[in-house]
């Protein structure tokens, strides 16, 4: 469980730790495997999301699963990703969060995962809450918890 204090002012700074969807570099489910590759190479990204035709998130791609496929293939050229799809090679099981999040829990996911996509119950994608932006905040806070309370140390106990 949180210290109520620091819940309070995750919860107030909630909103600026997402990323809205308009501005996250993604990519369709149908796709080529040659335009998510020039896509992921020219953003920097390590991973994007995939969506379909009505921005449904459908999974993650990398760079990794593309070059994979790349390795596969007797020859190394960027004409055989033409053959295939973003869809063929994403990554389905994606843990997902929902608008509004409870914030301990993304703090829990956000250790394995550098960033969660924000998806609405028809899984509509809406943006992502970055392990970056989070920090941001947390960062906030521990330079202005004492502006907001007051702050005493306990007592220790000696033996």
């Known amino acids: ?4 204090a620091i819940d309070h002012m995750m919860i107030e700074n909630r909103e600026h730790f997402m990323i809205p969807g308009d501005v996250v570099a993604s ?3 149908d796709n080529s495997l040659r335009h998510a590759f020039l896509l992921l190479t020219k953003v920097r990204y390590a991973k994007i999301p995939v969506l379909d035709n009505q921005d449904h998130f459908k999974g993650l791609l990398s760079l990794a699963m593309i070059t994979d496929q790349m390795l596969g293939l007797d020859d190394f050229s960027l004409e055989a990703l033409d053959q295939q ?3 063929d090679v994403m990554e389905t099981d994606v843990v997902t969060i929902d608008n509004p999040y409870a914030v301990e829990n993304v703090l829990h996911l956000l250790v394995d995962n550098p960033f969660l996509p924000v998806v609405q119950d028809d899984g509509t994608f809406t943006g ?14 521990a330079h202005n918890l004492d502006h907001y309370y ?8 000696t033996e």
């Open 1 to 4: 469980m949180f210290n109520q």
């Open 27 to 29: 990519v369709g489910v």
């Open 85 to 87: 799809c973003v869809g």
């Open 128 to 141: 992502i809450v970055t392990r970056r932006e989070v920090m941001k905040g947390i960062n906030y806070i």
């Open 150 to 157: 007051q702050m005493t140390p306990k007592e220790h106990e």
